[in-house]
């Protein structure tokens, strides 16, 4: 054999094995782009499937967050409607002094504040100007309250005191009258 023969035949043996060997790692590309693009499409799918969960979360969160922010400002609106009624109320309550049931309150009032303390020679503490509407009282009346009205009746010694001036009664009934004024308003 000459040896341009056998260098020949030795070429196309290594061109054939090199077009097999190029084949095969086309083929192998090709696989393994396709297996890479079917992961990074699984992937994509994953990714666009987390993403609309967060978005329905934060979605849900933000929607919870605004209710509540809504029912925030909506109570603090209804407690300064309330508390603006409570202190009109209040203001009211100071022109009671003028009103015609005033008269029989305040008797009604230290009647009641003598038989709790049921103590001889009781004094009863009134605003200035009260004394021409208690009736009857058999007690001891100093005018030097001052304030919306009522009144303070003590023992003798002072060591007993029922309060019931108008701003005691407002303070004692303050929650009380607070439900109220919210329940007419909002319900």
Known sequence: MDIGRLTSGILAEARAEAKAITDAAKAEKSRTLDEEK???SLMLAGAEEEAGRFVAAQERERIAWAKLEAKKISGEAREFVVRDAMDIL??????FRRDARYGNFLNARVASAIREL???????????GDSKLLKGVNAKVVEDLSGMGGAIVESA?????????????????????????YERMFR
């Open 38 to 40: 079917r992961k990074v």
């Open 90 to 95: 209040y203001k009211q309550l100071a022109s």
């Open 118 to 128: 049921s103590t001889p020679k009781p004094v009863v503490h009134i605003c200035r």
């Open 157 to 181: 010694d002072g060591s007993v005191r029922v309060d019931y001036t108008l701003e005691t009664l407002f303070e004692d009934k303050r929650e009380l009258l607070r439900k109220k004024v």
